[in-house]
Nanobody, 121 residues
Framework: QVQLVESGGGLVQPGGSLRLSCAASGSIFRINAMGWYRQAPGKQRELVAAIPSHGRTNYADSVKGRFTISRDNAKNTLYLQMNSLKPEDTAVYYC???????????????WGQGTQVTVSS
């Protein structure tokens, strides 16, 4: 069994910062691509940032220059540093990972439970 547990969400004023974390646990052999998505009320879930096991990161245009995605493979943890937050960043943020479980060959796709980020004065 594999679980993704997110933390770090909360209420912040415009211009503030938050750091989200997503810790994977269980019988994990390797984690391939990892990403952060968000879903605002009444809107579809959208990709915020992605980071492959090797290669370049990818960001939504709306967060470029403000958000930074990173990963610690030794800790099976994904991060999203969010700076210069705007009210339009308000959403539930979800981590998403392609994980190869121990003893298996193909990856499975997993979602975190979501963490609320609210940007408001």
């Amino acid at each position: 069994q594999v679980q993704l547990v997110e933390s770090g969400g909360g209420l912040v004023q415009p211009g503030g910062s938050l750091r989200l974390s997503c810790a994977a646990s269980g019988s994990i052999f390797r984690i391939n691509a990892m990403g952060w998505y968000r879903q605002a009320p009444g809107k579809q879930r959208e990709l915020v940032a992605a980071i492959p096991s090797h290669g370049r990161t990818n960001y939504a245009d709306s967060v470029k220059g403000r958000f930074t995605i990173s990963r610690d493979n030794a800790k099976n943890t994904l991060y999203l540093q969010m700076n210069s937050l705007k009210p339009e960043d308000t959403a539930v943020y979800y981590c998403n990972e392609d994980i190869i479980r121990s003893g298996e060959l193909s990856p499975y796709n997993y979602w975190g439970q979501g963490t609320q980020v609210t940007v408001s004065s």
